[in-house]
């Protein structure tokens, strides 16, 4: 369903900027408009495109239904900082499907929001698919100023009508052996050029929020 608004040319002409701010209450990044009306980036998951030209981008990205408390928030954007990427990074909120086994057969997974893979991984999806029948992007993961690498292997899938880029193969060495909890917080960072695809991944530990 889409809702049309019309506007007038003197509405138009006296119009203020887009402005773009995060809201932590709703987990979201929205976009507020002239008459207070909110896009939000929960709408971008399910496929509505961003053509705005000269936006500046967030300086992080969560994955759907994701919302940070005040004080996660302020801790992410300290460390956000800190970081000076040149692309947004994914923040993830750890839970107990993203470190324990369920059902005692199903290893840890995590999910990557579907609109940060599709904007920042997208060429690398568009390859695979060219050449397996299932979409898959392998890429290694480091940790923040430690020495040691753990592939991955980012797979897109769909379910109903919603695209899931689910890492799973890699992903349980990985939150074993970081020794990940839940509540702990995983920021990632894409590297730009680097071949083959490389995220640094930053922790901030559940205590610290």
Not at 170 to 199: H, T, V
């Amino acid at each position: 369903m889409m809702a049309a608004h019309l506007l007038h040319k003197e509405s138009i002409d006296h119009a203020p900027d887009i402005r773009t701010s995060i809201s932590s209450h709703h987990g979201r990044t929205s976009t507020k408009v002239a008459d207070g009306e909110e896009y939000s980036s929960e709408d971008e998951e399910y496929g509505v495109p961003d053509d705005s030209e000269g936006a500046s981008e967030p300086p992080f990205m969560l994955a759907l239904r994701t919302s940070l408390t005040p004080a996660q928030e302020k801790k992410v954007l300290e460390k956000v900082e800190e970081i000076q990427s040149e692309l947004p990074l994914f923040v993830a909120i750890i839970n107990k499907s993203n470190v324990h086994q369920r059902g005692g057969y199903t290893s840890p997974v995590i999910n990557f929001g579907s609109q940060y893979a599709a904007r920042y991984l997208g060429e690398n999806f568009a390859a695979s698919h060219h050449h397996e029948k299932s979409s898959a992007v392998n890429l290694l993961l480091q940790r923040e100023r430690k020495s040691g690498s753990w592939p991955i292997e980012l797979r897109l899938s769909m379910r109903l009508t919603s695209r899931y880029f689910r890492v799973k193969k890699g992903w349980p060495s990985f939150a074993r052996e970081n020794r990940l909890r839940e509540g702990d917080i995983c920021l990632f960072k894409l590297m730009k050029n680097e071949e083959p695809l490389k995220m640094i991944v930053y922790i901030i530990r559940h205590e610290k929020c």
